[in-house]
């Protein structure tokens, strides 16, 4: 495999582990940022469980799977970013924490294409934390990563023509399938998504059905592989709640209120399959 440009992914958790593994696996050298030592392991070794999966399934030689891991170091400063020629930020949804990180890609990574992986806040906000916002971008993998095809490719207000090129081509390095939307709140996904899953929400907590029956109408009767209120649980309830407060003050429709049972899940800490009790309750680990 031809030598591919260094990447920065900084924040590991479900999507940064995801992201990391896919670069990896595509011969990029990456290094993987958190401020959690015990986070970052735990990324390591889901990276290698997935990667094991693969080579269980036929998909992956066991050298391929040698070769993307020993592509992988970790870091808990910042700086460690300083090679990388695009740094890619998958912290939670929270704008002040995110514009925090620009600022400070900026300064370490002068030539770097900076790309955030959020699923609902403006890329020409994050972009204006940046002395160089026609290099910031947004580049939202699906989750799960290494399994999901789809990229969505957002222009902030000032994005260039080249940056966009570059991305565009490199997800579809990755073997994704990059698709280009307007910086509006939710993008083209999540605006539609999200909506979807409050909906279920408030069938829930009206009594219309059950977790199961909801499930069970749009799996079977629509076609869809997973149930909104289980991919809820997949996704994290705390995100879906930080996207639907994202869409009801962007957009200011009442529409986008997020259901006041989705408030009470969150503030319990049920937060889906990582806290295994959201909708469904899980197996700890």
């Given at each position: ?6 990447v ?14 896919v670069?990896a696996?595509n011969?990029?050298d ?29 998909t ?46 900026d300064?370490?990574t ?63 390095s ?8 307007a ?41 869809h592989?997973?149930?909104?209120l ?11 709640l ?7 003050r ?7 209120r ?10 319990a ?11 469904y ?5």
């Amino acid at each position: 495999m031809k030598e591919r440009e260094p990447v920065a992914v900084v924040g590991a958790g479900t999507m940064g582990n995801g992201i990391a593994h896919v670069f990896a696996l595509n011969g990029h050298d990456v290094t993987l940022i958190d401020v959690a030592e015990d986070r970052l392991a735990a990324a390591v070794a889901t990276i290698a469980s997935n990667l094991g999966r693969q080579v269980r399934k036929g998909t992956l030689s066991e050298d391929a799977k040698g070769e993307s891991l020993a592509r992988i170091r970790t870091a808990t400063e910042r700086d460690a970013a300083g090679d990388a020629t695009l740094v890619v930020e998958a912290v939670p949804e929270i704008l002040q924490l995110k514009a925090e990180l620009f600022r400070e890609l900026d300064r370490l990574t002068p030539h770097a294409i900076l790309a955030s992986n959020t699923s609902s806040i403006s890329i020409t906000e994050i972009a204006r934390n940046a002395s160089r916002p026609e290099r910031v971008i947004g580049m939202h993998f699906m989750n799960p990563v290494p399994v999901m095809k789809l990229v969505e490719v957002i222009r902030g207000l000032q994005t260039s023509d080249e940056t966009t090129r570059h991305v565009m081509d490199i997800a579809g390095s990755l073997g994704k399938t990059p698709v280009e939307v307007a910086d509006y709140p939710g993008f083209v996904s999540n605006r539609v998504l999200m909506p979807m899953i409050n909906e279920a929400i408030f069938c829930l907590m009206e009594g219309v059905a059950s977790t199961e029956s909801i499930d069970a109408v749009m799996k079977l009767g629509m076609n869809h592989p997973l149930g909104p209120l289980a991919l809820a649980d997949l996704i994290g309830l705390d995100t879906c709640l930080a996207i639907m407060e994202v869409l009801h003050r962007e957009l200011g429709d009442d529409k986008y209120r997020p259901c006041p049972l989705l408030r009470k899940y969150v503030a319990a800490g049920w937060h889906g399959r990582k806290t295994a009790r959201g909708f469904y309750a899980y197996e700890q680990g």
